[in-house]
């Protein structure tokens, strides 16, 4: 001990024995008692408000119908409130106040509990321990008054609070005076706990717990004599214990209750674990009122137990989290106002025991309620919020605590804030860690924001971050959270893909200057700072993310670039890459070599506009040969590829890249159908010259030219529709919402939308897949089409070639003065013109026949499905596929009068 504490306990022991007149060896009792209270770290009552002190006098004044008193105390306050002399005003008040409570003895007492616990009266108790809760309640005690500012409590604006306080009594109490009971959503809900301790009190000294276990040797000696050397006892055995065999004394009841806050089991008091509550001894005569009064009052050691068993069982639970590490430390602020309240009576406890003050003068039942009403209602609410909170963590925890922060009675909902505040602490803390810096430490899983450490880069903004739900604290609303999410995550991808650390404008003098709280967050109703901040520094992160994605990665132009190429939207490097591989691709599939492709692909860049692409975007271009199959044609494996990586692969997924390559393949085929009626088209304008010299042949060329028109019209209405209706319309839509999108994710969602539209309306997707097929047959009749008529060409030419023959061969005998055909030849010209005339062109024209028969009954199917899809473009196609009803005259189906609204109930 050093020699300045020595000299402190000489001249403190010195005090007492000048104010006492006894020995020094005489006052140990006092000098113990003097430590104790100097060491409980309990302030004075007095209120440095000189107007609320002598408001209190005036109160009073009026309240003994003294009103004359009353208006001269208040005349001769004002005086002095002139007078500069006397500084200490407020004290001099409270001393006057003082000295006129200590004229009643039990006044007097009372005023003592004041000065030491520095609390005033509240309400009694509204409800009864969980082992008494099936008793009838009983009308609550009077409580004698403690004094004037005591008294004031009931008439005035609230509770004084205590210097120093740990969180509670920084929350102001209720107002006494109303009639509110205690809320039942805040009652125990009487959840098993473990037992009783018997360790000393956490809030006394080791020389009170001492005293505490002498006291109760000697209260058991007395009750097993029934000795009636107290001065008063309770009462005589209760009628409603027929079988009390004893008589406890009051002073022995309020000290062996004070044993029970503590959660220690007293002599007459125990602890019944199968109902879960102190219960008093049957044998111990109490009147049944007392016994009430008593079971509420050792209700709060029950809640004491129940809310110190839990914080000491997750205080060493490192899983339990951050946010239970804070509810733990609220808990244990409330327990630790609670452990000074027991210190104070304990030492009031030992006082009497030294001094001897006689029970009525003492520490009594009704003193003790009052002291209690106040920790009763912060304890049950404690324990309330233990209950709701058993098997939470994290944001899930701190919603639970949320659900009571609207309750009616404003104490409580203060209190509640105020544990809430501690508990939203270390979330607020990630949050504004991870909007500002992109760093989430979340070592417990707590935080709503989750981070999967395995996923590799190019998908860290897909797969990386995900929002946990049941995480999310009631207090942040889903929008908040997805702004959240998408800030932090922004960051890390600019970092990680983009390789772009620069500042973000404006977040840091917003982090600089930000002097928000936690409590920020579930107050918004009141103010909107946090959704302002959550705003701007996510519309600041967001921005920057897109001028990097636009500027440096030049996102739109590998967009286009997907459009030109992809799409087919650059038509002269189409048309020419289709004239230099016709000879190639008409070859088996499994004859073609990928670095010959890549060469005529390279060729038709240099030969069109293409050639003027950005070097980087030409460089990605590329030839893909998909899967073969038996009987597969150059055309129907080849495909274009463009390659993507790093930061714009977020936007152009493989999985998009697939449907792009289905789009490719589809258009590729359809623009192979226009490109060979093109081809017939020429065919019969250059073949039709040639053949004039066999008129037998006219009625198949008209059935030729017939059926190549309907084809050719067929054609291009279905590259009309996919090229204006489908694709420009939807790349139209795809630019606007790019040029007005917030994020990044606004973007990935636009372009899923549209390739989403683009394929299903070009007949990708499953609801049309039957269409898709029926398309597919008719531009396999198209390709036999060119090749029954590319077969009827070759016959007739050569029909036509052997006549010029034999015409010249007849002419030159002629000049040479020979007969120009014997009659052999004669014979044998006209059998085989005759046989070409009877069976060649007959077969030739019934082929024809036949194609033309399938065709128009497989386009007339085709029109009958899409009258009966739901999506009204598909049916206007069909509408201009049949311009001039020819179909619809011989096809019932297609004249039913059905509304856009009936066919998609039929669908």
């Known amino acids: 001990m050093s020699k300045e504490r020595k000299d402190s306990m000489k001249l403190v022991k010195k005090l007492c024995t000048m104010i006492t007149g006894l020995p020094e060896d005489s006052v140990s009792s006092q000098f113990q008692c003097v430590l104790r209270i100097l060491g409980s770290n309990v302030t004075s009552p007095a209120e440095f408000d000189e107007l609320h002190v002598a408001e209190k006098i005036k109160k009073k004044l009026v309240r003994e119908h003294r009103e004359k008193d009353a208006a001269l105390f208040s005349g001769l306050h004002r005086k002095l409130q002139t007078l500069d002399v006397i500084k200490n005003r407020w004290a001099i008040l409270h001393l006057m106040m003082n000295l006129n409570n200590s004229q009643s003895k039990s006044t007097s007492k009372a005023m003592v509990h004041s000065v030491l616990f520095g609390k005033h009266l509240l309400h009694g108790p509204t409800t009864s321990t969980p082992?008494?809760?099936?008793?009838?309640?009983q009308p609550e005690a009077e409580t004698p008054a403690l004094g004037l500012s005591s008294v004031h409590g009931h008439s005035g604006s609230g509770m004084t609070t205590?210097?120093?306080?740990?969180?509670?009594?920084?929350?102001?109490?209720?107002?006494?005076?109303?009639?509110?009971?205690a809320p039942q959503s805040f009652a125990p809900s009487y959840m098993p706990t473990p037992g009783p301790t018997t360790r000393p009190p956490l809030g006394g000294s080791r020389q009170a717990w001492t005293a505490s276990n002498?006291?109760?040797?000697?209260?058991?000696?007395e009750s097993n004599t029934r000795k009636t050397s107290h001065a008063q006892t309770i009462a005589q055995p209760s009628k409603s214990y027929p079988h009390a065999s004893s008589e406890l004394p009051e002073s022995a009841l309020v000290r062996e209750i004070v044993y029970i806050l503590q959660g220690i089991e007293g002599q007459f008091i125990k602890f019944e674990s199968r109902k879960d509550g102190f219960k008093i001894d049957q044998h111990v005569g109490l009147p049944k009122t007392v016994r009430n009064n008593v079971h509420k009052l050792i209700e709060c050691g029950w809640l004491f137990n129940k809310i110190r068993n839990y914080t000491d069982s997750k205080s060493i639970e490192k899983a339990f989290g951050l946010v239970g590490q804070s509810f733990c430390a609220a808990l244990q602020q409330e327990l630790t106002e609670y452990y000074r309240l027991l210190a104070v009576l304990e030492a009031q406890l030992q006082q009497e025991s030294d001094q001897g003050?006689?029970?009525?003068?003492?520490?009594?039942?009704?003193?003790?309620?009052?002291?209690?009403?106040?920790?009763?209602?912060r304890l049950k609410a404690m324990a309330a919020l233990v209950d709701i909170c058993k098997g939470k963590k994290g944001g899930d925890l701190s919603s639970a605590i949320h659900s009571y922060i609207?309750?009616?009675?404003?104490?409580?909902?203060?209190?509640?804030?105020?544990t809430l505040t501690l508990v939203a602490q270390p979330i607020f803390s990630i949050i504004t860690r991870?909007?500002?810096?992109g760093e989430l430490e979340d070592t417990y899983?707590?935080?709503?924001?989750?981070?999967d450490p395995t996923v590799k880069e190019d998908q860290l903004w897909h797969q990386k971050y995900s929002l946990r739900k049941p995480m999310i604290p009631s207090f942040i609303s889903m929008d908040q959270a997805n702004k959240i999410l998408l800030t932090g995550k922004s960051i890390n991808f600019l970092r990680q893909l983009c390789h772009d650390r620069t500042r973000i404008r404006g977040n840091e003098v917003i982090k600089a200057s930000e002097s928000m709280e936690a409590d920020a967050m579930f107050t918004q109703d009141q103010d909107g700072g946090f959704q302002k901040m959550i705003d701007i520094v996510y519309s600041g992160t967001s921005q920057h993310l897109l001028e990097v994605l636009h500027s440096k990665y030049m996102f739109m132009d590998h967009l286009k670039?997907?459009?030109r190429y992809l799409l087919l939207g650059q038509g002269d490097f189409i048309r020419h890459l289709m004239d230099l591989l016709e000879e190639d691709l008409a070859k088996p599939a499994g004859t073609l070599y990928l670095h010959n492709l890549t060469g005529i692909v390279e060729t038709a860049v240099r030969a069109t506009n293409a050639q003027f692409d950005d070097p980087d975007i030409l460089k990605r271009l590329d030839v893909r040969i998909l899967e073969i199959s038996p009987g597969d044609t150059g055309w129907d494996v080849f495909s274009l590829d463009y390659h993507v990586d790093g930061p714009i692969k977020t936007v152009f997924t493989p999985e998009s890249m697939i449907m792009y390559l289905r789009v490719f393949n589809f258009l590729w085929r359809a623009k192979r159908m226009e490109y060979i009626l093109t081809g017939i088209w020429k065919g019969q304008i250059s073949n039709a010259r040639l053949l004039r010299d066999l008129p037998e042949t006219s009625q198949i060329l008209q059935q030729c030219h017939i059926l190549g028109c309907e084809m050719i019209h067929f054609v291009q209405q279905i590259q009309y529709y996919i090229n204006f209706e489908v694709l420009e319309c939807s790349w139209d839509e795809l630019v606007t919402k790019v040029q007005r999108a917030k994020d990044l994710d606004h973007i990935i969602a636009a372009h899923q939308e549209f390739v989403d539209a683009v394929l299903t309306r070009s007949l990708l997707d499953e609801q049309s897949k039957a269409i898709l097929t029926q398309l597919r047959t008719i531009f396999d009749l198209i390709i036999q089409f060119q090749t029954s008529q590319d077969q009827f060409y070759e016959v007739a030419l050569e029909e036509r070639d052997q006549r010029h023959r034999f015409t010249k061969q007849m002419e030159f005998k002629t000049k040479q003065g020979e007969w120009g055909v014997t009659e052999d030849e004669e014979k044998e010209e006209k059998q085989r013109i005759k046989k070409f005339i009877s069976t060649t062109l007959p077969q030739i024209r019934a082929n024809l026949k036949v194609l033309a028969q399938s065709y128009q009954d497989m386009v007339k199917l085709f029109l009958v499905m899409l009258h009966d899809h739901s999506d009204v473009s598909l049916q206007f196609l069909s509408f201009r596929l049949d311009f001039n009803e020819y179909y619809k005259d011989r096809e019932p189906k297609l004249r039913s009068p059905f509304s856009v609204k009936q066919r998609k109930q039929k669908v």
């Open 131 to 137: 082992l008494d809760s099936r008793q009838p309640r």
């Open 162 to 181: 205590a210097t120093g306080s740990s969180g509670i009594s920084s929350v102001r109490s209720r107002d006494i005076t109303g009639p509110s009971p």
């Open 214 to 221: 002498q006291t109760y040797n000697s209260i058991k000696t």
């Open 357 to 377: 003050i006689s029970v009525g003068a003492g520490l009594t039942l009704q003193s003790l309620s009052v002291w209690l009403t106040e920790p009763q209602i």
């Open 406 to 418: 609207k309750h009616g009675d404003p104490f409580l909902q203060g209190l509640v804030k105020h």
């Open 434 to 437: 991870w909007i500002y810096d």
């Open 445 to 451: 899983h707590e935080f709503f924001v989750a981070s």
């Open 561 to 563: 670039a997907m459009r």
